[in-house]
């Protein structure tokens, strides 16, 4: 039974089951998407026991030729590269009345939905996000496909902090052989287009590194860079006004970071950066000056006590009551000592007299005390060396290496340049590891995923 003769939602009596279609190979679990166009159900393929993304098309009643072309072209699309920061196409076909075609699952949430629980992000993390777009893009126009639709709601998070870049429905390629009609008319989100897809001139990859650009400056401001008035006055002023400076909106936000958002957003296409590949070298150097890591995990590392400090930290709003119960604490150490200062002035005995300090050893004959052997330099060095030492369980665990590498640049940020920058490159491989690792499905429910 086609979906389209299925009752509607508000027409199902209460505390009946949702009625669900019936689709050979695959069941379906749950709803994730519900478009004008198309359906994305969480689903398990039968024969091989994994959780998909299932994206169904009703065959009846018969979709236009437009809509059907553009399913099929961003089937086909997904299929012609495959990257870790690009959802996997599985299988494809039509099946018991359905078009279909079975993609990754990625568990997590959309940086939209993130924008809206958060407010705006840190420029860290928007580097972090931004870098692996950029690599998608890279992939992408390699293969001579445009996304033309790059924005916060196309952008998916898993747990790890891995992007995937969807939302390849109106992905243009011109090795398909596809209709004209399908770019007849001018497509996109007006809050994120470049200034010639607004026009309706041919769009190139420039196109979608103006379409980078204003979403980092969503990211970290908190709104697209023309947010107010209808569509066609969004529009409009892509094509005539200049955004505000980032780093006027957001005052201490790098300025290297902040110039290049503006150079994506230029209304020329020959003033942006050339290529996605210089645009990922850019920001990947941001990067490795400021890693981004989960800050529950670096905490974690630093205190070695995975198991009761990872449950505490996993609860909601726990740094606030970390923060809350410190400041308790401290507020009542001072309270008792200086209870205790003014009870030994009231005649009450003192507490005993310290032991005599044991004094510090002594520098060898000739030397300069100023250049002995620093304590912490030493500490350093043996941390150092048993991270290296751990090397072999890093290559399996990447994000351990992460952790443990990132804590290591906190914890000594006055460490040699030598150690420092042997550190940077290891953090980096084993955030290399840990990205291009694959991943099981399961996981959170994905509320608003556009391929």
């Given at each position: 039974m086609s979906e389209a003769h299925l009752p509607k939602a508000?027409?199902?009596?209460a505390g009946l089951p949702e009625l669900r279609?019936?689709?050979?190979?695959?069941?379906?679990l749950e709803k994730l998407y519900d478009g004008s166009i198309s359906t994305v159900y969480k689903a398990r393929?039968?024969?091989l026991g994994r959780i998909v993304a299932l994206k169904l098309l009703a065959e009846y009643p018969p979709p236009s030729d437009v809509v059907l072309e553009r399913f099929n072209r961003a089937t086909y699309v997904n299929a012609q590269v495959v990257h870790p920061n690009l959802?996997?196409?599985?299988?494809?076909?039509?099946r018991d009345g359905y078009h279909f075609s079975a993609l990754e699952y990625v568990p997590g949430q959309t940086v939209q939905e993130l924008l809206h629980e958060r407010g705006r992000l840190s420029e860290r993390r928007s580097v972090h996000i931004g870098w692996q777009v950029a690599r998608a893009l890279c992939a992408l126009h390699e293969r001579g496909i445009l996304h033309r639709n790059l924005k916060p709601k196309n952008i998916l998070l898993d747990p790890n902090g891995r992007v995937k870049l969807v939302g390849l429905g109106l992905a243009k390629c011109d090795a398909a052989c596809f209709s004209r009609n399908l770019d007849a008319q001018t497509i996109g989100t007006p809050h994120f287009m470049a200034p010639e897809m607004i026009r309706g001139y041919t769009a190139d990859p420039r196109s979608d590194l103006y379409g980078l650009g204003a979403t980092l400056y969503a990211l970290v401001s908190g709104r697209p860079p023309f947010d107010r008035g209808l569509p066609a006055a969004?529009?409009?002023k892509h094509l005539y006004e200049q955004p505000k400076p980032l780093n006027e909106v957001v005052p201490g936000?790098?300025?290297?970071?902040a110039a290049l958002v503006m150079q994506l957003m230029a209304k020329e296409p020959a003033?942006?950066?050339?290529?996605?590949?210089?645009?990922a070298e850019r920001l990947e150097k941001l990067a490795e000056r400021n890693p981004y890591v989960e800050e529950r995990r670096a905490w974690v590392a630093v205190a070695s006590k995975r198991g009761v400090a990872e449950r505490l930290l996993s609860f909601p709003r726990a740094g606030l009551f970390l923060a809350t119960l410190t400041v308790v604490f401290v507020t009542g150490l001072a309270a008792f000592g200086a209870w205790w200062a003014l009870s030994s002035r009231d005649g009450r005995p003192a507490?005993?007299?310290?032991?005599?300090?044991?004094?510090?050893?002594?520098v060898a004959p000739g030397t300069d005390r100023a250049s002995a052997p620093d304590a912490s330099a030493a500490r350093m060095v043996e941390e150092f060396k048993r991270l290296v030492a751990q090397e072999a369980q890093f290559r399996r665990e990447g994000w351990r290496g992460v952790s443990e590498w990132s804590a290591f640049l906190r914890v000594y940020p006055t460490a040699p340049e030598q150690y420092r920058a042997e550190a940077f490159r290891r953090l980096n491989q084993y955030r290399q590891i840990e990205m291009e690792k694959p991943r099981p499905g399961g996981g959170q429910k994905e509320k608003d995923l556009e391929f």
């Open positions: 508000d027409q199902i009596p279609p019936q689709i050979g190979g695959f069941t379906l393929q039968d024969r959802v996997v196409l599985y299988e494809s076909g039509t969004v529009m409009a936000l790098g300025g290297e970071f003033m942006r950066p050339g290529s996605a590949r210089e645009v507490s005993p007299a310290p032991a005599e300090a044991v004094p510090p050893p002594a």
